[in-house]
């Protein structure tokens, strides 16, 4: 049976629109491969008329999919629990292209310290790669805080509760954006202006109370979900 992108993209539209979850997806709408489950995501913007401003790849399940403009909120932002069904929080990093991506490094603005909080379109969150690329890669919320240039050197990032201190694990920035903007490029690449995401960066934890992630050479974010 072939796989019904549209009526795929239909459900999950619906369910992204009036808040509604979704039960799995029944045989006929479940992709049966990555390249369709990429082509149901892009089909849910499609569907509700948004045009997505960038690529989020989250590195804890290796998956990635579009950045929605109105999914971006300011650090210190109140945040409801129920916007983030089955929530979790992640240390991510945002970075404003300068210029079109093109076959080199990515040439980023700016680098922005971020909270990525992931959610589901579904009653039961999915586990497999395909229906969590269908759903917009659990696009929750990513929560920025104030962008500087690249720091130069290797960074260590810990995400916790806010007004504990965590040790966090050293990452290096430019190799992350530099594998992100090759997942970039297999989804068509990206115009100057649009932002490249990278979220999952250590441990994930649950999405409540006070969170901070605090970035050495680039500054926090924080968030408080309730």
Do not use: Y
Not at 131 to 146: E, P
Not at 206 to 211: I, R
Request: aromatic share 2%; proline share 7%.
């Amino acid at each position: 049976m072939a796989t019904d992108i549209e009526g795929a993209a239909r459900w999950l539209a619906e369910a992204v629109e009036t808040g509604n979850p979704l039960a799995v997806l029944p045989e006929g709408l479940a992709p049966a491969t990555i390249a369709e489950a990429e082509e149901i995501a892009a089909g849910v913007l499609a569907t509700l008329s948004i045009t997505p401003c960038g690529l989020r790849v989250l590195r804890g399940l290796d998956i990635a999919g579009p950045m929605v403009e109105g999914r971006l909120v300011p650090s210190g932002s109140p945040i409801a629990s129920g916007m983030l069904r089955h929530g979790l929080a992640s240390a991510a990093v945002i970075g404003v292209l300068a210029e079109e991506l093109g076959e080199g490094p990515p040439v980023l603005a700016r680098v922005h310290p971020a909270i990525d909080l992931s959610s589901t379109r579904f009653t039961q969150a999915p586990a497999d790669a395909l229906a969590l690329t269908a759903d917009l890669a659990r696009l929750g919320l990513v929560v920025a805080g104030r962008g500087k240039p690249m720091p130069a050197a290797p960074v260590r990032i810990a995400i916790g509760p806010a007004g504990h201190r965590r040790r966090g694990d050293d990452f290096d920035l430019v190799a992350l954006f530099a594998e992100a903007a090759e997942v970039a490029r297999g989804w068509g690449g990206l115009p100057a202006g649009a932002l490249l995401v990278v979220a999952g960066l250590g441990e994930s934890i649950a999405a409540e109370g006070a969170l901070r992630v605090a970035i050495s050479g680039l500054g926090a974010a924080e968030a408080v979900v309730s």
